[in-house]
């Protein structure tokens, strides 16, 4: 059975950073994509970073600069690195594996698993 951990977020200052992990298990991890999404309250569920089997990533506009998503295929696990946050990153980040690519930059992967999320808060 797939299974997708998120973990790491909490509450920061604006300005600051967070670390969020998501470890994979139950298929084959590299052969997948991973993506980043979060929700944030009234809001809609919004793509964050994806990045897929071959490495290739791509980002939502509105944190272009300041995230950066990897994964570590032998300890299976992603990873979403936060800089320079601010308080309208405030939302429920959540982990997700599908499959498809990342092409020319533009996320074309097809998410069918999905974590529990973690809550990330930024206060002004």
């Known amino acids: 059975q797939v299974k997708l951990v998120e973990s790491g977020g909490g509450s920061v200052p604006a300005g600051g950073s967070v670390r969020l992990s998501c470890v994979a298990s139950?298929?084959?991890?590299?052969?997948?994509?991973m993506g980043w999404f979060r929700r944030a309250p009234g809001k809609e569920r919004e793509g964050v970073a994806t990045i897929d089997s071959d490495g290739s990533t791509s980002y939502a506009d509105s944190v272009k600069g300041r995230f950066t998503i990897t994964k570590d295929n032998a300890k299976f696990t992603l990873y979403l690195q936060m800089n320079s946050l601010k308080p309208e990153d405030t939302a429920m980040y959540y982990c997700a594996a599908g499959s498809g690519g990342v092409i020319a930059g533009v996320d074309l992967c097809e998410y069918n698993t999905w974590g529990q999320g973690t809550q990330v808060t930024v206060s002004s």
């Open positions: 139950g298929y084959t991890y590299r052969d997948y994509c």
